[in-house]
């Protein structure tokens, strides 16, 4: 077999990626007619594909690439881990290094008591850990039947069975059976497509509410925990109104209920804070993190524990019989403690609140002024904007849901910009280090596609 390489022909690798290699949330058979791009390397905030353009990655990956592309410390990082213990587990009565001062230093960067790391490869295992963990907790506690979790319609959690059960994404559910048992699921607080004649508030609320609602119709003694996402990603970058957090807490508090929050997006800076929860107001028991754990640069996830929940699974006389060949895997720990020592010495969350947030955040809500946009938000280095055909009543299209944020999305990739869609949603994440300068790139690129999309359907 001939070696494959960044030097073949773009038709020859979309021809062998399309007959051996099944890619995830995609239709394959259409994609095979179409071509992959095929991305080769990337520096900064851009991406090479192929056929040699540049791209701007307006989503730092899949939301993950948070110290931007090329960092040649990681790889020497890595390099030497490999050499030095290229794998060891932490079963069984054994620790290492890397593993030890990863958990110690995001031990140090978590708020409150959160004090203890479990690991896991990626936020989908890390979800499922924490399936297992408060159930656990319960259990230990005497009380097995509070085992119910708590969700959100349309929110994500990742696409492991336990993932993409705590998940409330309709198209995942619609395929093998899901949810698994014991996982409810209340509605999003997504004003803009959902909150009708109501101010933000006062939906932030009465969503907040369906929370109590639902633990009263379960029963406090069957309800185990609640999940969030700080703010929803992958469902849209949907920011809850403000009234909506505060809510959640007061209720989980008056409940006993244990809150899990997802941070696998909002961790690590993305919100301009070291995590969501703190920009949010929230005081978790539990949080999920993964993707900027290591800026992508390696898989590792997991589950960040307080006191409480740690001290009562750990103390309870038995093991927690649980944990996966990669948990706290040595390279992968080594690039994670280094990206997060990267973070801090290169003042990047001071970049995103005072020099990249505020200045995407005025040239984002520029974009209300064209015609199909008619709401533009942004916390830290996450934004979306809603596409509508009325700004006044936020109608939605009359179109099938998602054929112009669709089209918006293709123009944006032929004018070497990743931006995302969801529905009709248009949604950015870019690399926490991005400049003003390339700023500009991005907006330039988006109003192009905008103007393009909106030429179409005029
Ligand atoms: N949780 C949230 C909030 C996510 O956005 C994701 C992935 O996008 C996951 C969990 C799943 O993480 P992974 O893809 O690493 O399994």
């Known amino acids: ?23 995830p949330f995609t239709e394959d058979a259409a994609l095979a007619k179409k071509g992959a791009r095929i991305i080769t390397r990337g520096k900064g905030v851009f991406l090479t594909d192929s056929e040699g353009n540049e791209i701007l990655d307006g989503m730092a990956g899949l939301w ?28 069984f009565q054994t620790s290492h290094v890397p593993a030890i001062a990863l958990a110690a230093k995001i031990a140090e960067l978590a708020p409150g008591d959160l004090n203890h790391v479990f690991y896991a490869g990626s936020g989908s295992e890390a979800n499922d850990t924490n399936i297992r963990l408060v159930r656990r907790y319960w259990d230990v506690k005497g009380k097995p039947e509070k085992n119910i979790i708590i969700s959100r319609k349309n ?19 619609a395929q093998g059976g899901l949810p698994i048992p014991n996982i409810a699921h209340i509605n999003q607080p997504h004003w803009y497509a959902e909150g009708g004649d109501m101010t933000p508030e006062e939906f932030g609320l009465a969503r907040a509410r369906e929370l109590e609602a639902k633990i009263e119709e379960l ?19 949907i920011v809850p109104p403000s009234t909506y957090w505060p809510e959640i807490q007061r209720i989980c508090d008056k409940y006993g209920i244990l809150l899990i929050a997802d941070e696998v997006i909002t961790g690590f800076g993305r919100t301009g804070n070291w995590f969501g929860s703190q920009t949010m107001g929230i005081k978790p028991h539990i949080m999920t993190i993964a993707k900027g754990l290591s800026s992508g640069y390696a898989p590792i996830g997991g589950s960040i524990i307080c006191d409480e929940v740690y001290n009562t699974v750990a103390g309870s ?106 529905g009709d949603r248009m ?18 690129r988006a109003t192009r596609s905008l103007d393009e999309a909106y030429a179409k359907i005029k």
């Open 317 to 422: 006389g038995d093991d927690f019989n649980h944990g996966y060949t990669y948990s706290g895997h040595p390279v992968a720990s080594a690039v994670a403690l280094r990206n997060l020592e990267m973070l801090e010495e290169e003042n990047v969350l001071d970049h995103v609140r005072n020099v990249a947030h505020p200045y995407l955040m005025e040239r984002w809500q520029g974009l209300t002024d064209h015609p199909l946009v008619g709401e533009a938000k942004l916390v830290g280095l996450m934004g979306s904007i809603a596409l509508t055909p009325n700004k006044e009543t936020r109608a939605k299209f009359a179109s099938d849901a998602g054929t112009v944020g669709y089209m918006t999305r293709e123009r944006c990739f032929a004018n070497n910009l990743v931006m995302r869609h969801v």
């Open 1 to 23: 077999m001939t070696t494959i390489t960044n030097h073949m022909p773009t038709k020859e690798l979309q021809a062998l990626d399309a007959a051996h290699h099944m890619h």
């Open 64 to 91: 993950c690439v948070n110290l931007g592309y090329g960092r040649k410390e990681l790889a020497e990082v890595a390099a030497r881990q490999m050499e030095e213990l290229c794998y060891y587990n932490t079963f």
């Open 219 to 237: 029963g406090a003694d069957r309800v185990a925990a609640f999940i969030g996402e700080p703010i929803q990603g992958a469902g849209g970058v």
């Open 155 to 173: 929110a994500y959690h990742g696409s492991t069975m336990g993932g993409a059960s705590l998940g409330g994404m309709s198209g995942m559910h």
């Open 427 to 444: 949604i950015i994440s870019p690399p926490l280090v991005i400049k003003p300068s390339e700023i500009d790139i991005l907006i330039e």
